[in-house]
């Protein structure tokens, strides 16, 4: 059996007790980074063999992990924080676990986007979630830019390293469209600004830049359906 639980974003007191008690009985446990699952199992009292799955090494550690899981093991996935398969390698071990006939199990908990999104203020019954943007400013504007005329709300991520530039970028493209961004959720530090895109850029100053953000933007005004008389769409 494969376990996929989540874990904490910020608060460890945010697990589940579900969560905990598949932690408790597993026989091992596959993570990103061995040190950060170590901060929440000594908070528990857990001891657990670990097993590091990260992106660099996914496809390396893959064999190994699959044979745990052939012989019998029960093993537990989880990732630094909040939902495993959101924006880290996860998917690659549970779809190879379930074309193998090997059992996943969901074990649900926090998640960072889920989290973001219901302090928004913003309709989430209809979302487009683009997890990290990438690096280079060029390639983030033409992907910002063809978002400008999407309806649905959009959710990303973005670095400590290049909010500024983003910010920055959301605002000349998205103007007056009202947005919500979200820092260190759940931490002593938790932040959570709305406002207009254009004044995202002064939300934030270098001293406070730390953490990961989860930005959202509302979508664009629903446009009339070409070639339907309003009157007669009633």
């Given at each position: ?110 998640s ?27 390639r ?32 000349e ?26 004044e ?13 953000f ?21």
């Amino acid at each position: 059996m494969l376990y996929v639980v989540g874990t904490p974003i910020g608060h460890l007191a945010d697990i589940t007790l579900r969560g905990l008690e598949v932690l408790k009985n597993v026989d091992g446990i596959i993570c990103e980074d061995t040190r950060e699952t170590m901060k929440l199992l000594r908070h528990y009292g857990l001891v657990k063999p670990l097993y590091s799955f990260f992106r660099e090494k996914e496809k390396r550690k893959l064999p190994f992990l699959m044979n745990l899981l052939k012989e019998g093991k029960n093993l537990a996935l989880v990732c630094d924080r909040g939902t495993p398969g959101i924006s880290d390698p996860a998917y690659l071990l549970v779809r190879e676990a379930l074309n193998t006939g090997i059992q996943v199990s969901p074990v649900p908990g926090p998640s960072s986007l889920t989290a973001a999104l219901s302090v928004s203020g913003l309709p989430a019954d209809k979302i487009s979630f683009f997890g990290f943007l990438p690096r280079k400013a060029s390639r983030k504007k033409k992907i910002l830019e063809s978002w400008k005329d999407r309806e649905e709300t959009l959710v990303f991520f973005e670095s400590v390293h290049r909010i500024g530039e983003t910010l920055q970028l959301v605002g000349e493209i998205f103007g007056t469209r009202e947005i919500t961004i979200c820092r260190e959720l759940t931490k002593k530090f938790e932040e959570i600004r709305t406002g207009q895109a254009s004044e995202g850029t002064g939300w934030f100053p270098q001293n406070r830049q730390k953490g990961e953000f989860v930005i959202i933007i509302r979508g664009a005004e629903k446009k009339d359906r070409p070639g339907k008389d309003k009157k007669g769409d009633i």
